[in-house]
C-alpha cells in the first residue's frame, strides 16, 4: 500500500507566497522523481516542476524565477515554494512519485488527490 499525501494550498493575494508539501508513505523500496503537476478548469494538466532523487530539476517556463522545488529524501517529501503567484496560477495542484514499492520491479507513478490553490484579489 502506497499513499501520497498533498497539504499547503489555499487562497491568497497576487504577489503572495503559498508552501506545497506532499509525503509518499508505505512498502516503498525507492522513490525516483517526484513532481509537481497543476489543473486549471477546462484545461489540461500540466508540469509545473520535477526533481531527481540526485536533486536536478526542471520547471515550466511560466513558474521559472517564482517557484522552487525540493526534496528530503530521508522523509519521502517534496515540497514546492510558490513567490510572486499570479492569478494565472490558480489550479488544482497533484504530486506524483515515481517508485518502487518493496518487491517490485516496475516504476511507477503514483498520484496525490491534489491541493486547490487560488490566487485572486
Known amino acids: 500500500q502506497v499513499q501520497v499525501v498533498e497539504s499547503g494550498g489555499g487562497s491568497v493575494q497576487p504577489g503572495g507566497s503559498l508552501r506545497l508539501s506532499c509525503a509518499a508513505s508505505g512498502n516503498i523500496f525507492s522513490i525516483d522523481i517526484m513532481g509537481w503537476y497543476r489543473q486549471a478548469p477546462g484545461k489540461q494538466r500540466e508540469l509545473v516542476a520535477h526533481i531527481r532523487s540526485g536533486g536536478s530539476t526542471t520547471y515550466a517556463d511560466s513558474v521559472k524565477g517564482r517557484f522552487t522545488i525540493s526534496r528530503d529524501n530521508a522523509k519521502n517529501t517534496v515540497y514546492l515554494q510558490m513567490n510572486s503567484l499570479k492569478p494565472e496560477d490558480t489550479a488544482a495542484y497533484y504530486c506524483?512519485?515515481?517508485?518502487?514499492?518493496?518487491?517490485?520491479?516496475?516504476?511507477?507513478?503514483?498520484w496525490g488527490q491534489g491541493t486547490q490553490v487560488t490566487v485572486s484579489s
Open positions: 506524483v512519485a515515481r517508485l518502487l514499492v518493496e518487491g517490485g520491479n516496475t516504476w511507477t507513478n503514483y
